[in-house]
């Protein structure tokens, strides 16, 4: 594995902008032929099942012969998916725009603010070491406890003042560190460590780089990243932040997703510009597809999920649909394929 260097931030003169340069044309984009025009989550289950939620087709399974579409018709609880996990005993469940769904042996059972949830449009979602179920939404953090959820307060704090729809009890991030605290991404108020016991919070007065955090991840080394909406990405080590920006060699300071790769390589996925892959030393761009347009913007423009599958294979999900990750781009997964080979 290679580890990441703490190193001081790396100068724009290491930036490497070349693999974007590597995209293929893939001809025109034809919305019909794509998982969906939006691809938010990608997952796999312990079958080997791929899930593909998507921003207004609710969730796709692939078995690795055929799609199923599962959405409100079939019972799922809303269109639009932002989180998907798979608990101990098989069930899956999803962070929706309706409500929380659980999907065991073809069958959904729907959860919504009836059931406990503070509101009904969930943005994040979370299995704890416990096995207890977190999900993030649009009126603050809430727990299951095996029949209904139960909120879970967080702090006030001090709140940024924020232009859009959202409001700072919105959660798009949570992590929980080696260490058992469980880390809480908000927007406007910065991110809340729970020990437990009590809560820290973290905010740009601390250092963080934004307060507008849209998520939170913790590396093998036992740091924790934390990306904002307009202010790039902290490197956490328990004591001090060291925040990277454009200007170090991010594609842009909207960071919505990160993850480390098996090699040790850090991602950072952008609204509005792609993604880029940090080595420690130089940031590497994979920037938005012009060859493939949806709605007059060019596909893989805003990325909100990575995931990297069983096999090592880097999935991203995007605006433009499904792409995988060959070593040099991505390629576009339509409903015929090509899926990678094994």
């Known amino acids: 594995m290679v580890a990441l260097l703490a190193s001081p931030v790396v100068s724009s003169a290491q930036h490497s902008t070349t693999a974007g340069d590597h995209a293929a044309s893939l001809g025109p984009y034809l919305p019909d032929q794509q998982i969906s025009e939006y691809v938010r989550e990608v997952f796999q289950d312990r079958d080997g099942d791929f899930w593909f939620g998507t921003n207004g087709d609710g ?5 690795g012969k055929s799609l199923t579409y599962l959405s409100v018709e079939q019972g799922f609880g809303g269109h639009a998916v932002r989180g998907i996990v798979q608990d101990e005993g098989g ?63 967080l702090p006030k704090g001090e709140v940024e ?27 406007g108020g910065g991110a809340h460590k729970y020990n437990g016991k009590s809560f820290t919070t973290y905010t740009t007065k601390n250092g963080l780089a934004g307060n507008y955090v849209r998520s939170i991840y913790g590396d093998s080394h036992g740091r924790i990243w934390i990306g904002a909406n307009g202010g790039g990405v902290s490197c956490y080590d328990g004591t001090t932040f060291r925040n990277f920006t454009k ?27 792609g993604c ?46 499904l792409f995988y990750f060959d070593g040099k781009t991505f390629i576009n997964v339509t409903k015929n394929g090509p899926w990678p080979a094994k």
């Open 276 to 321: 880029c892959r940090y080595d420690g030393k130089t940031f590497t761009a994979f920037h938005e597809d012009h060859n493939l347009m949806i709605n007059g913007f060019p596909a893989r423009g805003h990325v909100q999920e990575f995931f990297e599958d069983k096999d090592g294979i880097l999935w991203i999900g995007c605006s433009g649909g």
């Open 59 to 63: 969730v796709c399974r692939y078995d």
């Open 247 to 273: 200007k170090d060699g991010l594609n842009n300071d909207r960071i919505y997703e990160i993850l480390e790769d098996r090699a040790g390589n850090m991602w950072f996925s952008t609204l509005g510009s």
């Open 161 to 187: 003042i924020s232009t859009s729809s959202f409001t700072s009890r919105v959660v798009f991030g949570m992590f929980e560190d080696r260490a058992g605290n469980l880390w809480f991404g908000t927007h």
């Open 91 to 153: 069930a899956m469940w999803f962070a929706t725009n309706g409500g929380v769904s659980r999907y065991e042996s073809g069958v959904f059972k729907n959860y919504t603010v009836a059931n406990g949830l503070s509101h009904n449009s969930v943005w994040s979602m979370m299995l704890d070491k416990s096995g207890t179920l977190w999900v993030g939404t649009h009126g603050g953090v809430c727990r299951f406890d095996g029949k209904s959820f139960i909120p879970f307060p």
